[in-house]
């Protein structure tokens, strides 16, 4: 199969960027939070000792930083159809703002925040940045997520 040499036009990329997924929204228990950290090997007390947590600065259990890895987050779409039906994961760069903690409802967005093309060695590929946004219900950012898909 032979790729085209591009794709992308300033139109597509202008109605690409800033499409936004339909949220995502979890309840964070407290046996979620227990089992991650014991699945992850992680024995920080303020991740599984609901009595240690309460004498930490956090005041109760919160979330192991990979925790929100586990919410499952729709993509956005593309207003266009893409060609490509191979998907690369380009990477993913975490910025944490408030703890999660046991009782908190989590909503996830995630947004194209820029969508470009190159010319690889296996032809033209679409590298797309996606933003996901994770807030609590006090409408404060738990963390930010800037992920790199890659399609070829």
Not at 44 to 59: C, I, L, M, Q, T
Not at 124 to 145: E, G, H, K
Request: with cysteine.
């Amino acid at each position: 199969m032979t790729t085209p040499a591009s794709f992308l036009t300033e139109e597509m990329i202008k109605q690409a960027i800033g499409q936004k997924s339909a949220p995502t929204t979890i309840d964070i228990e407290k046996g979620a939070i227990i089992k991650f950290a014991q699945a992850i090997e992680d024995d920080n007390p303020v991740y599984n000792d609901e009595k240690a947590a309460r004498e930490s600065r956090y005041g109760g259990l919160i979330a192991p930083p990979t925790f929100l890895r586990s919410v499952g987050v729709d993509r956005p779409t593309y207003p266009f159809d893409m060609p490509f039906t191979r998907l690369l994961d380009g990477g993913s760069d975490w910025e944490y703002c408030h703890p999660v903690r046991a009782g908190d409802r989590i909503t996830a967005i995630s947004e194209i925040a820029d969508i470009n093309e190159r010319t690889g060695r296996m032809g033209l590929m679409i590298i797309t940045s996606i933003v996901v946004t994770y807030s609590n219900q006090f409408d404060q950012v738990a963390a930010r997520q800037t992920s790199t898909s890659i399609r070829y």
